[in-house]
């Protein structure tokens, strides 16, 4: 089997909002990191993968934005509608194929250009029998939350513990932009907006850009991308079969995954958590875990110094909410842990939006 | 914000859709909908949404409006440029790697991979390098009795060709209207220069230039 490499990964720091620069000059700063931490140049890549949505980017066909900013002018360009950890997957695949050698997989976020973003939300759905009823999105995700929460045993005041894990987690990373020495009780007393979600449970959606390089040179490889895996959960755009508060996905892409790998355990998770349920709703599903999910959380069990840590990075509730880039926030922050020398394995996961039943796993691992 | 774009919803929109169907656009006011620009202040009063029953046989259709809205931030190259447009100058950018004059502006250069940091001001002339005779708006149907010429202009000095060919390798140029001229009489290679707006009514936006001329010599 063809082994695939982390190169370099480049990113600029999440902020609520980049009003000096646009998506093209963000993406650009973002590109020059991650060639200087590959030490290569833009000549000797073949390919460039992203991940956009043109409903996120108010443009029609943003991928043939893509190449110049990056590197990859004249080169092979693709571009995926989901979230950027499927477009770490694509790249994944075009290298097996043994016609590349080096693909770049760019992603960004300009949530500070949508004015109204949970209109754009309410478009993802059926016009005839969900949009007329208006329902705001976070409303949807509520709705998972109580499942879930009814499902598992776990209570309201659990979602207060991940979020203050993670804006907790989030005071080391200097990408994070909601970093936040804050208590449960803290996050408790902000305000609700669709019960059991409260403001604290929700990730501020951010400005960020991110390149990473996928290589099949193992000496320019720092870490290595063990497997991979995507599916698409239970879902049908007018949610009637959509299986609520449960993350239908993430077992079915954890198990094409562990096709490709043996290790069964790892150091640390990094997944995308665009609520504070979503985490431990794909956790539950990973079964990962051999206890409960909630009292493992309760334990500290998924804190940074607990036996499994979960969004060490800070997560989504911490960094901010990139959009479709969430899986690559997801894997740089990964990769940047991993470089720390501390853990040595991690599942990488991201959901394919806030409350779409599908997403993505990596798995990386550095060598002994 | 007010007067970027000079579209309009064109009733000739609705020649194309079924009789029925026209008919309840008209009766529900939707086709003022169409096509029209709006001030951010007065679509943001939007209504919600609009929906609406309507029915031939068996058919049911659901008017939805989807309102997007965005604020897209020009960046710090296209900022400058724009802000240069009001003030009446052409901003551009260099490459000192390649030598290549960037106009509209970029902060990278995409051929060397470089930042961009040497800024500089084009007094406007150039020529035609293509050019086209629309006949047609981008609403359905519509069709202009005189033809709009849209053009690029490359920017005198900045074109750069193969050493052993003529192929043209860059060349700073932008796209606009040219007015000022038949459509008999324009050809590529004319030279033309920017007609601006008055300082008054510049607001930094590409159309503060109204559109290229054909200077005196050419005429
Ligand atoms: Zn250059």
Same mark, same amino acid.
């Given at each position: 089997?063809?082994?695939?490499?982390?190169?370099?990964?480049?990113?600029?720091?999440?902020?609520?909002?980049?009003?000096?620069?646009?998506?093209?000059?963000?993406?650009?700063?973002?590109?020059?990191?991650?060639?200087?931490?590959?030490?290569?140049?833009?000549?000797?890549?073949? &390919?460039?993968?992203?991940?956009?949505?043109?409903?996120?980017? &108010?443009?029609?066909?943003?991928?043939?934005?893509?190449?110049?900013?990056?590197?990859?002018?004249?080169?092979?360009?693709?571009?995926?509608?989901?979230?950027?950890? /499927?477009?770490?997957?694509?790249?994944?695949?075009?290298?097996?194929?043994?016609?590349?050698?080096?693909?770049?997989?760019?992603?960004?976020?300009?949530?500070? +250009?949508?004015?109204?973003?949970?209109?754009?939300?309410?478009?993802?759905?059926?016009?005839?029998?969900?949009?007329?009823?208006?329902?705001?999105?976070?409303?949807?995700?509520?709705?998972?939350?109580?499942?879930?929460?009814?499902?598992? &045993?776990?209570?309201?005041?659990?979602?207060?513990?991940?979020?203050?894990?993670?804006?907790? /987690?989030? %005071?080391? +990373?200097?990408?994070?932009?909601?970093?936040?020495?804050?208590?449960?009780?803290?996050?408790?007393?902000?305000?609700?907006?669709?019960?059991?979600?409260?403001?604290?449970?929700?990730?501020?959606?951010?400005?960020?850009?991110?390149?990473?390089?996928?290589?099949?040179?193992?000496?320019?490889?720092?870490?290595?991308?063990?497997?991979?895996?995507?599916?698409?959960?239970?879902?049908?755009?007018?949610?009637?079969?959509?299986?609520?508060?449960?993350?239908?996905?993430?077992?079915?892409?954890?198990?094409?995954?562990?096709?490709?790998?043996? %290790?069964?355990?790892?150091?640390?998770?990094?997944?995308?958590?665009?609520?504070?349920?979503?985490?431990?709703?794909?956790?539950?599903?990973?079964?990962?875990?051999?206890?409960?999910?909630?009292?493992?959380?309760?334990?500290?069990?998924?804190?940074?110094?607990?036996?499994?840590?979960?969004?060490?990075? &800070?997560?989504?509730?911490?960094?901010?909410?990139?959009?479709?880039?969430?899986?690559?926030?997801? %894997?740089?922050?990964?990769?940047? %842990?991993?470089?720390?020398?501390?853990?040595?394995?991690?599942?990488?996961?991201?959901?394919?939006?806030?409350?779409?039943?599908?997403?993505?796993?990596?798995?990386?691992?550095?060598?002994? | 914000? #007010?007067?970027?774009?000079?579209?309009?919803?064109?009733?000739?929109?609705?020649?194309?859709?079924?009789?029925?169907?026209?008919?309840?656009?008209?009766?529900?006011? !939707?086709?003022?909908?169409? *096509?029209?620009?709006?001030?951010?202040?007065?679509?943001? $009063?939007?209504?919600?949404?609009?929906? *609406?029953?309507?029915?031939?046989?068996? !058919?049911?259709?659901?008017?939805?409006?989807?309102?997007?809205?965005?604020?897209?931030?020009?960046?710090?190259?296209?900022?400058?440029?724009?802000?240069?447009?009001?003030?009446?100058?052409?901003?551009?950018?260099?490459?000192?790697?390649?030598?290549?004059?960037?106009?509209?502006?970029? #902060?990278?250069?995409?051929?060397?991979?470089?930042?961009?940091? #040497?800024?500089? $001001?084009?007094?406007?002339?150039?020529?035609?390098? #293509?050019? @086209?005779? @629309?006949?047609?708006?981008?609403?359905?149907?519509?069709?202009?009795?005189?033809?709009?010429?849209?053009?690029?202009?490359?920017?005198?000095?900045?074109?750069?060709?193969?050493? @052993?060919?003529?192929?043209?390798?860059?060349?700073? *140029?932008?796209?606009?209207?040219?007015?000022?001229?038949?459509?008999?009489?324009?050809?590529?290679?004319?030279?033309?220069?920017?007609?601006?707006?008055?300082?008054?009514?510049?607001?930094?936006?590409?159309?503060?230039? $109204?559109?290229?001329?054909?200077?005196?010599?050419?005429?």
């Amino acid at each position: 089997m063809m082994d695939i490499w982390v190169a370099g990964v480049g990113e600029i720091p999440c902020r609520p909002i980049y009003d000096d620069m646009d998506f093209r000059e963000m993406l650009y700063r973002a590109a020059v990191k991650a060639y200087f931490d590959a030490g290569i140049t833009p000549a000797e890549v073949d &390919g460039v993968v992203s991940s956009g949505m043109d409903f996120y980017e &108010g443009m029609s066909i943003t991928d043939s934005y893509t190449p110049d900013q990056v590197g990859g002018r004249l080169k092979f360009n693709t571009l995926v509608s989901n979230d950027a950890l /499927n477009a770490i997957i694509h790249g994944c695949m075009l290298l097996k194929t043994g016609h590349f050698r080096t693909i770049l997989v760019t992603a960004y976020a300009k949530a500070s +250009n949508i004015l109204n973003y949970s209109e754009i939300v309410l478009n993802s759905f059926d016009p005839h029998v969900i949009r007329p009823l208006t329902p705001h999105f976070y409303t949807i995700a509520a709705l998972d939350a109580r499942a879930y929460l009814t499902n598992s &045993g776990c209570e309201a005041r659990d979602l207060s513990l991940v979020a203050a894990k993670n804006k907790r /987690n989030a %005071l080391r +990373n200097p990408s994070a932009a909601f970093a936040e020495n804050t208590s449960v009780e803290e996050v408790e007393s902000t305000e609700v907006v669709s019960e059991p979600l409260r403001r604290g449970h929700v990730a501020v959606p951010c400005d960020y850009a991110a390149a990473v390089l996928l290589t099949t040179e193992k000496e320019l490889g720092k870490v290595r991308v063990e497997a991979f895996g995507y599916a698409a959960g239970s879902y049908s755009p007018d949610l009637s079969l959509k299986t609520w508060g449960q993350s239908g996905w993430a077992r079915a892409a954890l198990d094409i995954a562990f096709k490709q790998t043996r %290790l069964r355990q790892v150091d640390f998770v990094e997944i995308s958590e665009p609520f504070a349920h979503s985490e431990l709703m794909a956790l539950d599903a990973f079964g990962v875990i051999r206890e409960s999910i909630c009292k493992t959380l309760r334990d500290g069990g998924f804190n940074i110094d607990g036996h499994l840590p979960v969004n060490p990075s &800070g997560g989504c509730i911490g960094m901010g909410y990139p959009l479709n880039a969430a899986g690559l926030q997801r %894997l740089v922050q990964s990769v940047n %842990l991993l470089r720390t020398g501390r853990w040595n394995s991690c599942l990488v996961a991201s959901p394919d939006g806030e409350v779409v039943d599908g997403g993505a796993v990596v798995v990386l691992r550095v060598e002994a | 914000m #007010t007067r970027a774009t000079p579209s309009r919803f064109s009733p000739n929109y609705l020649q194309q859709l079924p009789e029925d169907l026209a008919r309840y656009i008209q009766r529900h006011g !939707l086709d003022k909908e169409f *096509g029209r620009l709006e001030s951010w202040a007065s679509s943001m $009063e939007k209504r919600y949404m609009e929906i *609406g029953e309507w029915q031939i046989d068996n !058919l049911v259709l659901t008017y939805w409006h989807i309102a997007c809205m965005y604020r897209h931030t020009a960046g710090a190259a296209f900022s400058r440029f724009l802000k240069g447009l009001k003030n009446g100058k052409i901003l551009g950018t260099r490459c000192e790697g390649c030598g290549r004059v960037l106009i509209p502006p970029r #902060t990278f250069c995409e051929w060397c991979f470089k930042d961009i940091d #040497t800024w500089v $001001e084009h007094p406007g002339a150039g020529i035609i390098s #293509t050019y @086209s005779l @629309s006949y047609i708006g981008t609403d359905p149907r519509v069709r202009f009795e005189k033809p709009v010429i849209v053009a690029v202009v490359w920017f005198d000095g900045t074109v750069k060709k193969a050493n @052993s060919s003529r192929t043209v390798l860059h060349a700073a *140029g932008i796209l606009h209207k040219v007015q000022g001229v038949g459509p008999e009489e324009v050809h590529v290679g004319m030279r033309v220069k920017p007609v601006w707006r008055k300082p008054e009514e510049r607001v930094g936006s590409i159309l503060d230039i $109204e559109y290229f001329a054909p200077l005196e010599s050419d005429v």
